[in-house]
């Protein structure tokens, strides 16, 4: 079982309409759960934290974490051409070293 | 500006080369680490430092070398004994434990 597992896709979703990304993760002691953003040939930017169970908001951001399920998900909402991209989710675990692990991430097609 | 800079952008090596990539830092952070993403796949972590002096091996660190005797820089060299090192490598930093890491622009390194 991998670490952490995504959904490789591509997902496509209208312009406007809700894009719902979704990662699992294996290791119950882990603390901290990021969202990167990464277009076509660049680095990975950071879009999302979230160290709590429940739901952060940022903008048309939503960050979900249930860690009794251990799944963390991503909603992107009025989805812009923009918004194409691949999305990586990636765990940090307590006491373990502070090394951040990467899903293989998700890739994103907002169609007009 | 803050930030993460690696050079160069792109690197062309020979079969039998030793080659280093450059990663400076100047946003105080205490972590650095090293990704290797190859296309169509997630990040994986080769090496990583917390503190001055002091580095960890991270899942895929046969073959490459690090050094960080200084809290801003963190190089990573590509040794002869990497068989297969044609990959994109992202340099990231952090604050501290279970907070996000921020990426430089990243090297393309291949193999001529």
């Known amino acids: 079982q991998k670490e952490v597992e995504q959904n490789s896709g591509p997902l496509s979703v209208p312009e406007g309409a809700i894009a719902s990304l979704n990662c699992t993760y294996s290791?119950?002691?882990?603390?901290?759960f990021f969202w990167y953003r990464q277009y076509s040939g660049k680095s990975p930017e950071l879009i999302m934290s979230?160290?709590?169970?429940g739901d952060k908001e940022d903008g048309r951001f939503t960050a979900q974490l249930n860690k009794a399920s251990q799944y963390v998900s991503l909603l992107i909402r009025d989805s812009q051409p923009s918004d194409s991209a691949t999305y990586l989710c990636a765990v940090n675990k307590a006491g373990g070293g502070n090394k951040l692990t990467f899903g293989t991430g998700t890739q994103l097609k907002v169609e007009l | 500006d803050g930030g993460i800079t690696q050079s160069p952008k792109y690197l062309f090596r020979k079969e039998g080369q030793n080659v280093t990539l450059s990663c400076e830092q100047n946003?105080?952070?205490?972590?650095m680490y090293w990704y290797r993403q190859d296309p169509g796949q997630g990040l994986r972590l080769i090496y990583y430092s917390q503190i001055v002096n002091d580095f960890q091996k991270g899942d895929i660190a046969e073959g490459y070398s690090v050094s960080r005797e200084k809290k801003e820089s963190f190089p990573l060299t590509v040794t002869s004994a990497q068989k297969n090192p044609t990959a994109f490598y992202l340099c990231a930093s952090s604050a501290a434990r279970n907070t996000e890491a921020f990426f430089g622009q990243g090297t393309r390194l291949t193999v001529v």
């Open positions: 290791d119950r002691v882990s603390q901290s």
């Open positions: 979230i160290y709590s169970n």
């Open positions: 946003l105080n952070h205490d972590a």
